[in-house]
């Protein structure tokens, strides 16, 4: 599927790793998934990601590692933070870190799909060299 934007998602959680594939294939969006950030960073460096969903812990680290990870590369891609417990403290920091925006599971195919636009109009330019 040559030109679709690529997604990862990266999750400790087997039933995030799946359902997320399932809603951004009908966006027609391309998925990889990763279980821990070390599979996160070996996926990233080798494919043009253009948004990462990641949950906000992870067995070996959490959201905040990816995103220091992340603003030293030149093509960062967008984050979306995953949750299981939505609070608004934490939603605040997320975004202060740099994070794109937190959605909170059990994942509603709308906000994927807000988020997807959000990030083809937020900066095109990125976007546009993560798929080609």
């Known amino acids: 599927m040559e030109g679709h934007p690529h997604a990862l998602i990266l ?7 799946r359902l997320l594939p399932r809603i951004l294939e009908d966006l027609r969006v391309d998925t990889f998934a990763s ?3 070390a599979g996160a960073e070996e996926v990233l460096s080798q494919q ?3 948004l990462v969903f ?6 070996d680290g959490s959201y905040r590692d990816l995103l220091q ?5 030149e093509k960062e891609p ?3 933070v995953t949750t299981r417990i939505g609070e608004w403290k934490e939603y605040l ?5 740099g994070a794109f ?3 909170q599971y059990p994942y509603r195919s709308t906000e994927v799909e807000l988020n997807v636009i959000r990030a083809m109009r937020g900066d095109n330019q990125k976007f546009d060299r993560a798929i080609a």
Request: hydrophobic share 45%.
């Open 11 to 17: 999750s400790s959680y087997l039933e995030c790793r």
């Open 35 to 37: 279980a821990t950030l």
């Open 48 to 50: 043009r990601v253009a």
């Open 54 to 59: 990641c949950d906000d812990r992870l067995t």
């Open 69 to 73: 990870t992340l603003r030293t590369w």
């Open 78 to 80: 967008y984050v979306v």
């Open 93 to 97: 920091e997320a975004l202060d870190l």
């Open 101 to 103: 925006d937190m959605i």
